[in-house]
């Protein structure tokens, strides 16, 4: 089974952006694919389709064999929270919280207790480096490692399938080659990956490249 399948998907925002138009994308588990393309060729647009963050205007989004036309935004924040860990170029972490309890709300929607939480959230943030920085807030880490934060606070849930939007885009590329190694461990310890990288460097290391141009992927 595939754990992503996008059948002649296409998304139009505000009825005349042709986001996307009829994208057919299979991709198996423990793959590692970067996603290419120019600005504006719909690269995010995807990554939000099969992240279920949006619904598609037409076509089929399949995600660990859901297909999620036929769940409610309830069962669709159900599958994220089990299948899905998102890292995108902005931090996202919110600012007067600890690390520690920035990576715990990563299992908020899971129904895990907080002192589970927390205990998973500290395992997380060993797991990307982090285990000396549990009580730092955001303002009182570099961006190197508020990314980590984020990654770890995607991973905390164990999703197979990470999806990340120009993950090392604000980094120096010392941090950057911190963030890709816990990726390429994440992905030899099995889970499936999609990046979206303007970096050519990336996109050459990942085993699968999906060129994206005006809304559709190259074959
Ligand atoms: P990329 O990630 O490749 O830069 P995007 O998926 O962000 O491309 O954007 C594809 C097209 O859709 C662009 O024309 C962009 O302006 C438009 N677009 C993206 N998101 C929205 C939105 N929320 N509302 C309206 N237009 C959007
Ligand atoms: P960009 O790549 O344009 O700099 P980001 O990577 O910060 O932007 O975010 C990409 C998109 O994902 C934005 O539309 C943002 O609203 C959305 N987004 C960011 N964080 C989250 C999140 N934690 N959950 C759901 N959507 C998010």
């Given at each position: 089974?595939?754990?992503?399948?996008?059948r002649e998907?296409?998304?139009?925002?505000?009825?005349?952006?042709?986001?996307?138009?009829?994208?057919?994308?299979?991709?198996?588990?423990?793959?590692?694919?970067?996603?290419?393309?120019?600005?504006?060729?719909?690269?995010?647009?995807?990554?939000?389709?099969i992240?279920?963050?949006?619904?598609p205007?037409?076509?089929?989004?399949r995600?660990?064999?859901?297909?999620?036309?036929?769940?409610?935004?309830?069962?669709?924040?159900?599958?994220?929270a089990?299948?899905?860990?998102?890292?995108?170029?902005?931090?996202h972490?919110?600012?007067?919280?600890?690390?520690?309890?920035?990576?715990?709300?990563?299992?908020?929607?899971?129904?895990?207790?907080?002192?589970?939480?927390?205990?998973?959230?500290?395992?997380?943030?060993?797991?990307?480096?982090?285990?000396?920085?549990?009580?730092?807030?955001?303002?009182?880490?570099?961006?190197g490692?508020?990314?980590?934060?984020?990654?770890?606070?995607?991973?905390?849930?164990?999703?197979?399938?990470?999806?990340?939007d120009?993950?090392?885009g604000?980094?120096?590329?010392?941090?950057?080659?911190?963030v890709?190694?816990?990726?390429?461990?994440?992905?030899?310890?099995?889970?499936?990956?999609?990046?979206?990288t303007?970096?050519?460097?990336?996109?050459?290391?990942?085993?699968?490249?999906v060129r994206?141009r005006?809304?559709?992927?190259?074959?």
């Amino acid at each position: 089974m595939s754990i992503i399948e996008l059948r002649e998907v296409t998304k139009t925002y505000n009825g005349h952006v042709q986001a996307l138009r009829g994208v057919d994308l299979l991709v198996e588990e423990g793959e590692l694919l970067a996603i290419i393309g120019p600005s504006g060729s719909g690269k995010s647009t995807m990554l939000h389709m099969i992240g279920t963050l949006d619904r598609p205007t037409s076509g089929t989004v399949r995600i660990a064999g859901h297909d999620i036309a036929a769940l409610s935004d309830r069962e669709l924040s159900a599958l994220r929270a089990r299948h899905l860990g998102f890292v995108f170029q902005q931090f996202h972490l919110a600012p007067g919280v600890s690390a520690l309890d920035n990576v715990a709300d990563g299992l908020l929607y899971t129904g895990t207790p907080l002192r589970a939480r927390r205990d998973r959230a500290s395992e997380a943030l060993e797991r990307v480096g982090l285990g000396h920085r549990l009580d730092h807030r955001p303002n009182q880490l570099s961006g190197g490692e508020q990314q980590r934060v984020a990654l770890a606070r995607a991973i905390v849930g164990d999703p197979p399938l990470l999806l990340a939007d120009e993950p090392t885009g604000n980094l120096d590329s010392a941090s950057g080659s911190e963030v890709l190694k816990i990726l390429r461990g994440l992905h030899e310890g099995g889970t499936t990956i999609a990046i979206i990288t303007h970096d050519d460097e990336i996109a050459e290391w990942c085993p699968r490249r999906v060129r994206v141009r005006d809304g559709k992927v190259l074959t």
